[in-house]
């Protein structure tokens, strides 16, 4: 079985990578405030390319120490590989790399 790879943004929506790029958005009975919502579901298949490319974007977020924290205040990113989780400051330039990336392939 392969290790999980997923992407959490600052607003708890996941985007879960496998042979399909899942998004999970989060429900307005979800979100803290009763307000938000992170829209509708989205899954698009992805290639064996693209699906390297982001877990690779991952493991570098990860190890960019610069902005890795050890707590998870609102707004920050969580890059989870396997049971590990990584939490990312919000104003890293990779995490925005990350999220335009996940934008784009799930625009089609």
């Known amino acids: ?3 999980r790879h997923a992407y959490i943004d600052g607003n708890n929506n996941a985007y879960e990578i496998g042979e399909r790029l899942e998004y999970v958005p989060v ?3 979800q979100s803290s405030s009763g307000m938000y919502s992170g829209g509708e579901p989205k899954s ?3 290639d064996a390319e693209q699906r390297a490319e982001l877990i690779d974007l991952l493991e570098r977020i990860a190890a960019d120490t610069a902005n890795v924290i050890t707590d998870r205040p609102k707004g920050c990113g969580t890059i989870v590989r396997g049971d590990v ?4 400051r919000q104003s890293s330039p990779l995490k925005a790399e990350l999220e335009a990336q996940l934008k784009t392939l799930l625009r089609g």
């Open 27 to 29: 429900t307005r009975a």
């Open 85 to 88: 989780r990584t939490f990312v």
């Open 44 to 46: 698009v298949a992805l």
């Open 1 to 3: 079985m392969t290790a």
